[in-house]
């Protein structure tokens, strides 16, 4: 230990002054310009249950990615059996990531194994009977589409999440497919979760002229066609009340990928919102191409395998412009706007955690944390002074300073304050004083001994130091390992626990100390106040 | 001022016996009320659910609430006053497991407006834990309590010697066991939070049974002609003082927790209550009756070998 008392009143002063300007921006709310130039402006972070706000998490269903990605290789497969001049009856996926080719003549099986050999290292050959050949997509590149689909979903989330404006923000892939999201100070939980969870397909289909929905439930469905429906809701309780099905053909003519913009407009008679679409060059020539074939048919414009409208094509398309229309609130159009904007999600997901906490809910929650933790601490700070006298003050600097400290470095860390970590230092305050009555106890019994104030403080500090730092290492080791497994409230009660902890070692050992030698200094201290 | 007289000799060591099947008794009656209650009343982060806080405008009662939600086919499902703030404020919580839970707060809130009026209803904190997730969290929470306990019965015996570890991991999962037992008998819900609890108490009972037993070594090294029960007596008697003030300033601040706090922390609160004060007991009347028992049964152990 430092011997000198200057020194060590140096150290602690400036331990003080560094942690006031660390707690400063958390405490006062307009700052002077000047301080965020030179001086830390981190505040501490409230969590969620504080602020009130979303924590979602949810899962990529990377097997859709997959599967996806396995029905594009099928068809880059036929396009390179064509070119080669190979005869094959059908390629198509078994499931997702396994591919069967049937070829025409057996005699071929040898050839393609040379050609998608060279041609798709990803995928490996299973099996080759005389004409039917197996692939399988490799366990690297089975990596990699579903990093790649986790990847794509964390970025067009967070693309979303900025449009519909949400300050601080967090989007965390995390580990099994899964993706983080907190949103803070959200009211509207409802529109978030639409927002972030839609998949956003877009699709455009031909509505069938060979079959009549009212036939549905007495014909057969041939292979080519499929049912989508449209669906009604009632305005107020957003419940399903209808739904029409449209058979559609079911190759997809178009999809959403094309889409350069689109926009909230609203229909001149009546007033209702509508979204407009901006193609890009590609698209447009793409949207020409399809409503110039099909003039005086139904084109379905489809959305997460829902029919949203599906107009007359009157006449060709041309310039690269769609739109669509759905008995939309104001709202709702400009969520979709953002999400076709956005892009589509790789892949859908579901939501596995969903934690909403109302604003109001969460001020009252800091407001009784704080009310207990001061009324706490008096009472901490009432008895110690009963109990031990002027050293009992000492004992209660020691914990105010370490209130000052545990807040300074929680602000100083970025660490995030929950109500379970504003439990953790109620519980601080009442173990911080430990170390005192350690120290205060030992004196007790040294000065019972006969021994001198100076003696007796000398050594009841050193005989209990080697207490108090087994005893607080055994519970840093607790509070570690609460951090290191814990989620949630667990990690945020840890945080202020082990700070705490570290925070009290130095407090109630280093500065009571350093009050004493302070006092012994100036005069002979004949009597203990203990 | 002075709780314990200087020079108090209590004789712990020698009615362990009596302190020993006491508290394997209070163990066994939580473990039967556990048996009895087929596990603990897991809160929805360990088994999944829906959790939604209610806030009303004007007094109404879970009867009337439960009525309102009646179109809802909610499944098994609870209604609990909460907090008596001006109408009240209660928590409606869903056991059902469908893939849609989402939507299921926005339902309920639905079923109330029509009820209560709009404006009268504020939902104050929606939770929702799907089953995968739950089994997740109570993984977890497990390993994180195994793994304490690991970590500190390697700092004791690196510090100390293996029979005291093994006494302060006895008490602490003494300590557990009867926190999680009361739990069970007052049939309180078990959350995450409680968890966090839990180990609080590791802790909080570990520092308690550390400080004993470092007055057990320092006085080990001068005990001369004492005999090893005495020295602990003598260890435990010295130390109590500091115990039993320790527990009361952290008592102190815990019940202004518990009654301060507000709704949301006030199981948490209790946890730590009850884990204080049975921490305090283990450490003065398990922990260290556990290192003796170590000893004589090491003792004995040898004695056979030599046989």
Excluded: C
Aim: no cysteine.
């Amino acid at each position: 230990m430092i011997k000198s008392v200057k020194l060590r009143l140096l150290i602690i002063l400036a331990t003080i002054i560094l942690a006031g300007v660390y707690l400063m921006p958390s405490v006062v709310s307009d700052l002077p310009d000047w301080w965020g130039k030179v001086l830390p402006t981190d505040k501490i972070h409230l969590g969620l249950d504080l602020q009130g706000g979303i924590h979602l998490l949810m899962e990529v269903d990377v097997e859709k990615a997959l599967s996806a990605s396995t029905d594009r290789v099928a068809g880059e497969m036929q396009r390179l059996l064509r070119d080669k001049k190979i005869d094959f009856e059908q390629v198509k996926q078994v499931d997702a990531g396994t591919l069967s080719i049937v070829l025409t003549h057996a005699g071929d099986s040898s050839v393609i194994k040379d050609l998608l050999g060279n041609e798709m290292p990803q995928w490996q050959m299973m099996s080759a009977e005389e004409q039917v050949v197996s692939y399988r997509v490799s366990s690297d590149e089975r990596r990699r589409i579903e990093k790649l689909a986790i990847d794509q979903a964390v970025e067009t989330m967070r693309n979303r999440i900025d449009q519909f404006g949400v300050s601080e923000p967090e989007i965390r892939p995390q580990a099994d497919n899964r993706i983080l999201v907190q949103l803070p100070g959200i009211k509207d939980t409802r529109r978030a979760i639409d927002l972030i969870g839609k998949t956003a397909l877009l699709e455009f289909k031909l509505v069938s002229e060979s079959f009549d929905p009212r036939n549905l439930e007495s014909g057969t469905l041939p292979d080519h066609l499929e049912v989508l429906y449209q669906q009604e809701y009632d305005p107020v309780t957003k419940k399903v009340v209808r739904q029409v099905p449209f058979v559609l053909e079911k190759e997809s003519l178009m999809t959403g990928e094309y889409i350069a913009d689109a926009k909230v407009r609203f229909n001149s008679q009546f007033g209702e919102p509508y979204v407009a679409m901006d193609f890009n060059s590609q698209g447009a020539k793409l949207f020409d191409r399809i409503t110039a074939e099909n003039v005086k048919r139904r084109l379905a414009i489809i959305l997460d395998n829902h029919v949203y409208s599906a107009p007359v094509i009157q006449e060709r398309i041309a310039g690269g412009k769609a739109q669509i229309s759905g008995r939309f609130s104001a709202k709702e159009a400009r969520d979709l706007a953002i999400v076709l904007r956005a892009g589509a999600l790789p892949a859908p997901i579901r939501i596995l955690e969903k934690r909403a906490v109302g604003p109001s809910l969460g001020h009252d929650s800091i407001r009784k944390g704080l009310i207990s933790m001061v009324v706490g601490g008096l009472l901490v700070v009432l008895f110690m002074f009963a109990f031990y006298r002027l050293s009992g003050l000492v004992a209660n600097l020691a914990l105010v300073l370490n209130m000052l400290f545990i807040l300074s470095i929680l602000a100083l860390a970025k660490a995030t304050l929950t109500l379970p970590g504003i439990a953790g230092i109620v519980l601080t305050i009442g173990m911080a004083v430990d170390a005192n009555v350690l120290i205060f106890e030992r004196i007790k019994e040294e000065l019972r001994l006969g021994k001198t104030p100076r003696a007796a403080l000398d050594s009841g500090y050193g005989k209990a130091f080697l207490t108090i730092m087994d005893a607080n290492i055994t519970t840093l080791i607790a509070a570690i390992v609460l951090y290191q497994y814990g989620t949630g409230p667990i990690k945020g009660f840890a945080v202020t626990l082990s700070v705490g902890i570290i925070s009290s070692l130095f407090t109630a050992i280093f500065v009571t100390r350093l009050v004493y030698d302070f006092i012994q200094e100036r005069k002979a201290l004949k009597r203990l106040s203990i | 001022m002075q709780f314990i007289k200087p020079g108090t000799t209590i004789d712990f060591v020698s009615r362990r016996f009596l302190f020993l099947s006491l508290s394997a008794a209070v163990i066994a009656i939580g473990l039967i009320s556990l048996i009895f209650h087929g596990g603990l009343n897991y809160g929805i982060d360990f088994v999944g659910g829906t959790l939604v806080q209610v806030k009303f405008g004007q007094a109404t009662t879970p009867d009337a609430i439960r009525d309102a939600l009646q179109g809802l086919d909610l499944g098994n499902s609870t209604i609990q006053q909460f907090e008596e703030a001006e109408g009240g404020e209660f928590l409606i919580r869903v056991e059902k497991s469908k893939a849609d839970l989402v939507d299921l707060s926005d339902e309920i809130k639905g079923a109330l407006d029509i009820r209560y009026g709009p404006g009268q209803v504020d939902i104050r904190r929606v939770e929702m834990v799907g089953p995968k997730v739950g089994e997740d969290l109570r993984r977890k929470g497990i390993f994180a309590i195994i793994y304490a306990i690991i970590g500190i019965l390697v700092y004791v015996t690196f510090r100390f010697e293996f029979k005291f570890a093994v006494g302060a991991v006895v008490a602490l999962v003494h300590d557990v066991l009867i926190t999680v037992g009361l739990f069970s008998l007052l049939n309180m819900e078990f959350s995450l939070p409680i968890v966090a609890a839990l180990l609080a108490i590791v802790g909080y009972s570990l520092n308690d049974t550390i400080v004993v037993y470092d007055r057990i070594r320092e006085n080990l090294r001068k005990a001369g002609r004492k005999t090893y029960e005495d020295v602990i007596n003598a260890s435990i008697n010295e130390t109590l003082s500091r115990t039993i003030l320790t527990s009361l300033t952290t008592l102190l601040v815990l019940i202004s927790l518990y009654f301060l706090g507000g709704g949301v922390i006030h199981d948490f609160a209790f946890a730590l209550i009850v884990g204080v004060v049975v921490g305090t007991y283990s450490s003065i009347f398990i922990a260290s009756p556990v290192v003796i028992a170590m000893r004589k049964m090491k003792f004995l152990q040898r004695q056979n070998q030599k046989v």
